[in-house]
């Protein structure tokens, strides 16, 4: 259970980590993340000072309660949440009718869909896919592969079970 447990919390500093880097780089920058049991990457042409910066930031607003910085409007569990709820409201909805007579309602129930999974997507990320309780966790080395457009940072981080 502790590498489940470790995967959601470095997906919580990596969440927050980009929320703080967003903030401090021009408009339009692009960067992602992708987090694993042992930390988390930032992709994007970004100098190692800011995202180590960034990270240790994140991490201490963390420990101290901002919760609220491990959620990401822009998380693909949002695009999962979403796509799961657009079938399965689809599906509900599709009848025995025949294809066009079945079209508006497949829309309407898609649209609803989408509608619901803005706010499923955002409970889905606090209570499965992060943890924002980062009391055990540190940041124990940051490293830097590729140039340019091809720019990756591995934070990697230490969690204590005790």
Request: proline fraction near 2%; charge should be positive.
């Amino acid at each position: 259970m502790s590498m489940l447990t470790s995967v959601r919390q470095n997906h919580a500093l990596e969440h927050a980590t980009i929320a703080i880097l967003s903030r401090k780089v021009s408009m339009g920058t692009r960067m992602m993340g992708r987090s694993t049991w042992s930390g988390f990457y930032i992709y994007g042409d970004l100098p190692t000072e800011l995202i180590a910066e960034a990270a240790r930031e994140a991490l201490a607003r963390l420990q101290k309660g901002e919760a609220e910085l491990a959620i990401s409007p822009f998380c693909g569990t949002n695009l999962v949440v979403t796509g799961l709820l657009a079938g399965v409201f689809s599906f509900i909805v599709m009848g025995k009718e025949n294809q066009i007579r079945r079209l508006p309602r497949v829309i309407f129930a898609g649209v609803i869909a989408a509608i619901v999974a803005q706010p499923a997507g955002r409970m889905a990320q606090r209570y499965v896919t992060t943890s924002a309780n980062l009391a055990n966790v540190s940041i124990t080395r940051i490293t830097k592969r590729g140039r340019g457009a091809r720019t990756l940072h591995k934070v990697e981080t230490a969690h204590r079970w005790d």
